[in-house]
């Protein structure tokens, strides 16, 4: 229900923030996607520091604080004008929303038993993929009736939300903490530390950059490159979504321990193949061959998805420090920042711009990552067996 409640609550608003950032607050669109840039360093810059602070202050407390601090800054949203209030407030709210992610990430590897974490991760990202299509729905309300005063009602209807949020997240079960979490955490190497961990969580980030092929590659190559109906975006992404909800569970199977991780990485590194391969030759087809061969591409996308997450959580669930389990996420979560700046103008590059050789180039670095994916979670399992606090 936390899962649901919290992705309908940024789901409204993620729907219309385009119009909300141009009509409400009076950006051009380069200006947003400037500010959003320069967010995206921000968490970069954020994200390890911030997974420190959930170490000392506790996995839900800071779940909890970051919850209810993101939950106000949305009542601010309406007030605010202008460039650089909006790249100020959207750089905080990253950064608070990346404590947040930090503090839910470390308290779900402890209040799960080892055996279940990545199948209950599986259900929570299916909840919020049904959270985000009711938001969805909501926000394209909204949108549909037009008025400034139904727009700025979405980020205070998120705001409300988001503080129920808070509070359950403050009613699910508290964890122990050890009292000498001080002089373990100074027991243990810092994250970073972690060479295997660190390249590893590269590897996740570049096969997380399904993502970019789903929202940003393929739309502007349907629209640019081929004869396939605009119309046809809303039933890829609608495709996406059934299959998030429905698959995810049966995707993460197996992916509970390393090897499994490891063999949920191949099988993602399969389908971006195969979707690059499908989606590269519909720039010399026609009429229904290229909307049946779009759609089987995302469809195959969509597995590269599935299965990329399953593995992001066995080795993250599996391969972080016990007792840095927020550092570690901060850590983990560094590639996948990167390739969020990097991805989108690099692969819409040279899907657009070299066509079918960009395409091959895609997959060969989907391929790439999960080869070197390997021997990283080998180095990284082998540094904590080296340096566990039992030892």
Known sequence: MQSILSAFATGSFLTGTAVFFTKIVGLSAAQVGLGMSI?????????????????????????????????GLYFIWPLLDGFWTFTLMLSVLAAVETGARSGRGAYTIEVFPRETRVRSMAFMRSARNVGYTLGAAAGGFALAIGTDTAIM??????????????????????????????????????GLKNKGFVILGICNGVLGTNQVLLNVVVPLWLVERTDAPPVLLAW????????????????????????????????????????????????????????????????????????????????????????????YQGVFNLGYQVESIVGPALFTFLALTWGTPGWAVIAAIAVVAVIVAHPAARAAERHLREHSVAA
């Open 236 to 327: 890829l992404f609608g495709t996406n979504t059934v299959l998030a909800v429905l698959l995810q569970v049966p995707f993460a199977k197996g992916a509970h321990n390393v090897d499994g991780a490891l063999r949920a990485a191949r099988l993602c590194g399969w389908s971006f193949v195969i979707s690059c391969a499908i989606i590269a030759v519909t720039h010399d087809t026609v009429g229904w061959v290229s909307i049946v061969l779009i759609w089987l591409g995302h469809v195959t996308i969509t597995g590269a998805e599935l299965w990329s997450s399953a593995a992001h959580w066995g080795w993250l669930a599996e391969l972080s420090d016990p007792q840095r389990l927020g550092e």
């Open 39 to 71: 967010s995206g360093v921000v968490v970069l810059a954020c994200s390890v520091p911030l997974g420190k602070v959930t170490d000392r202050l506790g996995a839900q407390r800071m779940w909890v604080l970051g919850s209810a601090i993101e939950a």
């Open 153 to 190: 009602a979405v980020p205070l209807l998120t705001g409300a939300l988001l503080v129920i949020n808070a509070f359950m997240v403050r009613a699910l079960p508290a964890i122990a903490r050890a009292e000498s979490v001080e002089v373990v955490q100074l027991a243990s190497p810092a």
